[in-house]
């Protein structure tokens, strides 16, 4: 009976030899499974930096977005298909942005307010003289940085300010007109493009006067973030020495 087994064992690992024989020499195969192709590293890692500094939505080319600021001036002949027009407060803007604007203004008032605009578009000329006489140049924009210059921000007051020694101060935010503007401006595309804790990143000092138009969508998203335009546009620059004014 053993003997039997011992036999039988045997015959079943000379088959097994040549099975392997066979196998190896190619004259029976196995299917085998399709082993998937190795994914290189860089395809699968995410650049968190780039994910951060970027979201997808945002198309930065969009005129509404463009950027000025101590750090990125006015490119070059940007001025070529821009055009500026008159409101009908006499206040030179983007002619994009002529409709919202005088909507605003119109609802503001309408409210019960008095808003005031004291500044709009600057000619890359005018802004040079009003760095030209400044003292502290911190006060005033680099000419080509300001956002003056694109025809897209305005300065606005509340009138009762207008006899302030300066309009252009902190309290300015206390002011009836300012407080319905800041609430409701994201409505009509606009945003309060230096907000009091971000003056490292924008490179200017709060401002609760100056509004910038970057469109309704964006102004809503930038607003409902708590973001500035450079975290929204993912262009944080490291570079914080200087903090001025616009
Ligand atoms: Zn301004």
């Avoid at 395809?43 to 968190?48: F, G, I, K, L, P």
């Avoid at 463009?66 to 407060?89: K, M, Q, R």
């Avoid at 309290?171 to 994201?186: F, P, S, V, Y």
């Avoid at 709060?206 to 708590?226: F, Q």
Wanted: aromatic letters at 8%.
């Amino acid at each position: 009976m053993l003997k039997k087994i011992l036999i039988l064992d045997l015959i079943l690992l000379l088959m097994l030899g040549l099975v392997g024989v066979l196998y190896k020499i190619g004259v029976i195969t196995f299917d085998k499974a399709e082993a998937p192709e190795p994914i290189a590293e860089e395809e699968v890692t995410v650049d968190e930096e780039e994910t951060l500094n970027l979201p997808p939505e945002v198309d930065e080319t969009e005129w509404s977005l463009i950027l000025a600021n101590p750090w990125n001036e006015i490119p070059e002949g940007y001025f070529e298909d821009v055009d500026i027009v008159s409101t009908e407060d006499g206040w030179e803007v983007d002619s994009r942005i002529k409709e919202p604007l005088e909507k605003m203004m119109a609802d503001c008032r309408e409210a019960g307010y008095n808003p005031q605009i004291i500044s709009a578009f600057r000619t890359r000329g005018f802004q040079q003289s009003l760095y030209d006489s400044t003292a502290n140049k911190n006060d005033t924009a680099y000419p080509g940085t300001s956002e003056h210059e694109l025809g897209l921000a305005l300065d606005i007051i509340d009138a009762a300010s207008a006899g302030w020694g300066d309009p252009l101060v902190k309290e300015q935010e206390d002011t009836e007109a300012q407080k319905w503007l800041m609430d409701n401006c994201q409505n009509y595309g606009f945003i309060l493009r230096y907000p009091a804790d971000k003056e490292d990143i924008t490179g200017i000092i709060y401002e609760p006067w100056h509004y910038r138009y970057v469109g309704e969508e964006h102004a809503k998203k930038i607003t409902e973030s708590g973001q500035c335009l450079e975290e929204y546009l993912g262009r944080i620059e490291n570079d914080k020495e200087k903090i001025g004014s616009e």
